[in-house]
T-cell receptor, first 113, second 114 residues
């Protein structure tokens, strides 16, 4: 079946450090891929997305590239801030509009000053 | 435009009771999905409704049920509550007319079962 795997957390980084959160997926065809972020006490919100191979999604300094050959969608940011402390979820949705969104387990990030 | 609204924000129940949670989607959104979030299991898909019909269902027991009204508002019900039902229940809405659409989430209902 379709699934999403993320690197285990929690991840703790110092401010201005480089961030990578690994995400790999299992799915047939060409799903759309997403990164959602959940700040403390809130619901999830979309951070970025990519809909086809080699697409790069970007937002707020975060980037992720859809790699079909490695079935990956790793999240990166060059310089994290304390305000980036949150839980990050990788997700996929199959081609048909009525398919459900499948989320990874989430990776908790803490950024310390 | 108002966001996704979930009520109540917090609930405390005892084992054996039942509970009903409410979700009002963004105006114009016809798809509503429900997720259970726990520290150990992450985000687990419960079900999705589209135009008052359940279109997808996750692997939860029959104690978990839901419905959607003609105005797209949705409710989920949990009967005979168990301690393990303590979780954050998240509702998400979308137009659901394209595969790359994002979900809009509410802030959730935090359910504690004692």
């Amino acid at each position: 079946g379709n699934s999403v795997t993320q690197m285990e957390g929690p991840v703790t980084l110092s401010e201005e450090a480089f961030l990578t959160i690994n995400c790999t997926y299992t799915a047939t065809g060409y799903p759309s891929l997403f990164w959602y972020v959940q700040y403390p006490g809130e619901g999830l919100q979309l951070l970025l997305k990519a809909t086809k191979a080699d697409d790069k999604g970007s937002n707020k300094g975060f980037e992720a590239t859809y790699r079909k050959e490695t079935t990956s969608f790793h999240l990166e940011k060059g310089s994290v801030q304390v305000s980036d402390s949150a839980v990050y979820f990788c997700a996929l949705k199959k081609e048909t509009s009525y398919d459900k969104v499948i989320f990874g387990p989430g990776t908790s990030l803490s950024v310390i000053p | 435009k108002a966001g996704v609204t979930q009520t109540p924000r917090y609930l405390i129940k005892t084992r054996g009771q039942q509970v009903t949670l409410s979700c009002s989607p963004i105006s114009g959104h016809r798809s509503v999905s429900w997720y259970q979030q726990t520290p150990g299991q992450g985000l687990q898909f419960l079900f999705e409704y589209f135009s008052e019909t359940q279109r997808n269902k996750g692997n939860f027991p029959g104690r978990f049920s839901g419905r959607q009204f003609s105005n797209s508002r949705s409710e989920m019900n949990v009967s005979t509550l168990e301690l393990g039902d303590s979780a954050l229940y998240l509702c998400a809405s979308s137009l659901n007319v394209a595969t790359n659409e994002k979900l809009f989430f509410g802030s959730g209902t935090q359910l504690s079962v004692l």
